[in-house]
């Protein structure tokens, strides 16, 4: 599977975007990238996944380059509800579903 | 929508014995569950997959005989956890993938706790 790496922490301001990176230089033609959050002591949350046109749902936008090799993850109005931890996660089909391999995440931290 | 749910959401339970943990898809149907075990301040780790009417896989490292899957039906999963020792207290999450996205959606996990 194709790793990733993620920032270990940022910090944004209530109110504004918030723009986590995500490199995925080793990621291969049939694999996804995938964003989930966790918020502490809760299961992961899903958020928006795509595999190479930029992708927008009610939670967020994605954008991946367009080598695929980085991607980011947009909040366009970050609250301090958004504060958790986020993973981005390059999948890869096997058998029947996709799995999933958990990297450290990136640790958002919403400012009031 | 795609809910799952998870019970208990907590157990606290005397080395020795075993601990039976239910996933359930609320409002569709899975035939891959996974289950996976997190560690304080730690990643999440898949510790198997479990396949509707089939045996489930096992990460490598993991014990076929001690974490116990069964996949009864479509809409649930569980993980029985055998003559459970202090070292296994965990958080134990599982997810379900909903087919028509292709997405894995959580439970909110279950603690516990082995004393």
């Known amino acids: 599977d194709a790793k990733t790496t993620q920032p270990t922490s940022m910090d944004c301001a209530e109110g504004r975007a918030a723009n986590l990176p995500c490199n995925h230089s080793t990621i291969s033609g049939n694999e996804y990238v995938y964003w989930y959050r966790q918020i502490h002591s809760q299961g992961p949350q899903y958020i928006i996944h795509?595999?190479?046109n930029n992708e927008t749902n009610e939670m967020a936008s994605l954008i991946i380059t367009e080598d695929r090799k980085s991607s980011t993850l947009i909040l366009p109005h970050a609250t301090l509800r958004d504060t958790a931890v986020y993973y981005c996660?390059?999948?890869?089909?096997?058998?029947?579903?996709?799995?999933?391999?958990f990297g450290s995440g990136t640790q958002l931290t919403v400012l009031p | 929508g795609a809910v799952v749910s998870q019970h208990p959401s907590w157990v606290i339970c005397k080395s020795g014995t075993s601990v039976k943990i239910e996933c359930r898809s609320l409002d569709f149907q899975a035939t891959t569950m996974f289950w996976y075990r997190q560690f304080p301040k730690q990643s999440l780790m898949l510790m198997a997959t479990s396949n509707e009417g089939s045996k489930a896989t096992y990460e490598q490292g993991v014990e076929k005989d001690k974490f116990l899957i069964n996949h009864a039906s479509l809409t649930l999963s569980t993980l029985t956890v055998t003559s459970a020792h202090p070292e296994d207290s965990s958080f134990y999450i599982c997810s379900a993938v909903k087919s028509s996205t292709d997405t894995q959606y959580f439970g909110p996990g279950t603690r516990l706790t082995v004393l």
């Open positions: 996660i390059v999948s890869v089909l096997r058998g029947s579903a996709r799995q999933l391999t």
């Open positions: 795509g595999l190479k």
